[in-house]
């Protein structure tokens, strides 16, 4: 029976995590190892400074005080006595696409596992204020992915990234990343005591319009799938960089 890891940024606890642990059951022994709280936007962190704690919820569901990648690491090291065939992070409350993905500790679970040498998935779903969450498509989508994964592998260091709609339309789609111009808002506020602090908030972006993106995918109602990489060397620009003529050998200042 293949071995599953699931991990997450929203914390052991998240209503997503349960949703997902619960249709990878379907495909094989799983093992939850998952912030102990909330770790949203932390990227592919390490944490290397401070020690970690591992506490036992329960019988298969394990928390680490830490981000995903932690979890991920400490998982294999200390909780799984065989690596797992299988990285599945979700399900994140909110899309991940385009640039988000270098923030998001969704995607940087599955990150991990893939510069591990283990197949691994990431999961998102739609966010809808004043809504309750309908993980269903996405805990759908996760089982369709992650068998075929299971079955045919994937390319050395590629992780795939799954966004699914509120209520597909319709079937998945094959997506790069979107882009945008990026532009963060940061709040000013004040304590009671009238001292300044700041709120970083979602930010007011143009996506460029593209029709391979997976923001665009999502938007007409598709299960975006992106296969991404760690290697993040621009190619294109390697041309661009000879061009300037650097000195091959380091300069006497």
């Known amino acids: 029976m293949p071995r599953i890891l699931v991990t997450n940024d929203d914390g052991v606890y998240a209503e997503g995590i349960a949703r997902l642990a619960e249709a990878m ?32 919820v329960r019988d298969g569901v394990y928390s680490v005080d830490g981000t995903p990648t932690d979890c991920v690491n400490v998982a294999i090291t200390h909780v799984m006595p065989e690596r797992p065939d299988l990285i599945v992070s979700g399900i994140n409350t909110g899309w991940n696409v385009g640039d988000d993905v270098t923030y998001s500790g969704t995607v940087a679970g599955a990150l991990e596992g893939a510069l591990l040498g283990i197949p691994s998935i990431a999961v998102s779903t739609e966010r809808h204020r004043g809504v309750e969450y309908n993980f269903a498509p996405a805990a759908t989508a996760a089982v369709a992915v992650a068998r075929l994964v299971l079955e045919r592998g994937l390319p050395r260091f590629t992780l795939l990234n799954v966004n699914v709609p509120f209520a597909p339309k319709h079937g998945f789609r094959t997506t790069v990343q979107a882009r945008r111009n990026h532009v963060t808002t940061v709040g000013l506020r004040h304590d ?62």
Do not use: C, K
Request: aromatic share 8%; net charge negative; hydrophobic share 40%.
């Open 25 to 56: 059951a379907l495909l094989g022994e799983v093992t939850v190892v998952a912030p102990l709280g909330e770790a949203s936007a932390v990227g592919h962190g390490l944490s290397i400074a401070r020690p970690l704690r591992l506490g036992r």
């Open 192 to 253: 009671p005591r009238n001292r300044p602090y700041y709120w970083i908030e979602e930010g007011l972006d143009d996506w460029e319009p593209h029709d391979q993106s997976d923001y665009q995918a999502v938007r007409d109602g598709y299960i975006s799938i992106t296969p991404l990489q760690p290697d993040m060397t621009a190619h294109d620009a390697l041309a661009f960089v000879d061009s300037l003529a650097l000195p091959e050998e380091e300069p006497v200042v």
